[in-house]
């Protein structure tokens, strides 16, 4: 095995609904972010990994993205990869700059994410969403829904109501089907939902660079508007728009450029699909992290997973193994997952308050943690910040996610 | 340094305009071929890389193309990632794909490329070369290419021939400026341009898997329409469809499965455009590629090089240092690129002849060189196959192309 592999530096821009931003901008600023947050210049970076997954699909620019919008930063002359992976697709940037150190082709990259997904036109936001999914059986599916809907409407029962941030029901009704077979099977309840929606939407009042920063009761969640029975909006993550990024670099390169706040990454894994429905991608993908890290539960400090809804966060604690299956609601209510719990889950406020720009999302996921374990976190710093770790789900096909990564981390200073 | 990486499998199917294919079939077909070639099966593969650029353009796909794709084709349960770098996507995946050997974290990956470019719909099929350049900047220059024309109509004179292939006289435009530059300072001739596409067209006679198969002289070449003064439209690379792969494996991986068709990878080289205008990414990328080879040009039997047109192959020489400056098309006017010259370039036919599904291309490459290493090319079979060379280029932004790679490969057997 190649070198070990640090984290440096990190940079996120204000998450939140730009119109009049785009994505040469955000990738200037975040550069410009990453950059100063450990004194390093843009010829210091030997070669990047870009993530963004609505560029094409909003203005047709397609094919080189990194390179367009890294040229318009001010970074070029180097090696960029494009990568793509639905809401998994920053994470899989790191995880490719992570890779080339390890192999030893370069001593310091640069993961980046930059998305923008709010847009006036609710038909693209749609497509965006169908795009991680498989579009023909995506369309058959949504074709099922309407028809159930007009029944609904025939019947003269209530019409399932549609999500009014932008569209993105499909994916919702999928969490909610979910949610509903847990209650079922595990006396799970919504109130559990809640509290896990409460929290994250607190935690992110703590976080400058989240996009909503207002404080949100259980009841408060409860009462409002149901996207898709048990998730109400306040349970769902927001359309949006942001860019994150990591410069990532060698032994070597560490020992050139000496840096307290460095943040080791005790393991990069990258997992897909299921060949079997029985099959789990995250239990796969967390054993085989635990594994590299030689590394068990406890020693984890501080999480963030991908809380696409606030039933994604209970999914995401039972698949990782932090708790028996049925109870990822139950530790919430005990509050074993609030800032000041036993595991501090989603300090940030998580794709449901923090955001979710989707192609920059697993990217603010490693911004936080690395925040977390060098104790800057400020108001919503976790007490126990020494080892961390990021759940970060792409897309659906087949029986399982499309994509899974999961990373490491840990403060070495 | 990680293991040495082998190609063990190569596979490729028919090259051409195929209205009636999707990306689907495609997928399964090259992978059943890929698999084949190797007598491996589906299982053996621990991960992908999937290269495509249009999917999303031209039908939504987006985000998680290689999953639903490899999905389709009986391939699931493993990492996959989504890798875009326009005209040189698909060496950028097998890149990704020799890198992740490299770096221990698996023995045996796939990388493949599936494009389906043709397309009825002539605007999409523009959009999607000018997705390889800066979208913002290229819908600039497209007006002031039309204003050009305009003025040439109201002056009376010949206005510029577009490509009537699909409409990516764009980048023609481009590739015949620099062959109109060459021209005048070094003497070159429209003839040279036009012995390299007759050479490249009968090269594709004795490829039953290229997209064209007739044979052309260079009286036809020249006599064929202007795209783009001096380019005809048998020097320049026509839109199709089509898929490549690869199988990359480690050393342990070629112990436990002995294969002395297998075709060591000495060299995988991902270069990215340009600081400054001076600056040449082709000899840089050369350079680092002959430096991890440790050898120089004459160690090279055969090549692939990026023909998108006629004088792409010229370029390219001189870049890569196989000829002077200025002598590009001399060497190929003298037969040492011939099939039984000095040096065959682009046996295969190259872009211009065998074809150029974007996305698949570069993967293209591969598979010619690996049969021309293990000497199962028939017809077309070079007389010296120990150490070939492929150089790929990809889109376009600032002051050089955005990806360029360069692979160096050696027989083993």
Known sequence: MGSDVYIIGVGMIKFGKFLERGIKDMTKEVLDGVLRDCS???DDIEAAWFSNTTWGLYSFQHSIRGQVALTAGGLQGIPVTNVENACASASTALHGAWSAIKAELYDCTLAVGVEKQHNEDRVKVMQSFSAATDVEEMAQRMSRIRMEEQKAR????????QDEQGGHSAFMDFYAAGARSHM???GSTQRQLAVIAAKNHNNSTMNPLAQYTFPQTVEQVLNDYVVSYPLTRAMCAPIGDGAAAAIVCSEDFLKKHPNSRAVKILASVLEGGSRTGSDNI?????????????LGHNDIDVMEVHDATAFGEVSAMESLGFCPRGEGGVIAEK????LDGKIPVNPSGGLISRGHPIGASGLAQIYELVTQLRGEAGQRQVKRHHIAMTHNAGGTVGAGEAAMTIHILEKTG
Chains 1, 2 share one sequence.
């Open 40 to 42: 390093l210049t843009r």
């Open 335 to 338: 509050g074993d997952t609030a």
């Open 184 to 186: 079922k099977a595990y």
């Open 154 to 161: 025939e019947k003269g029962t209530k019409a399932p109501r």
């Open 282 to 294: 995250v239990e796969r993908a967390a054993k085989k992290a635990f594994d590299k890290a030689s």
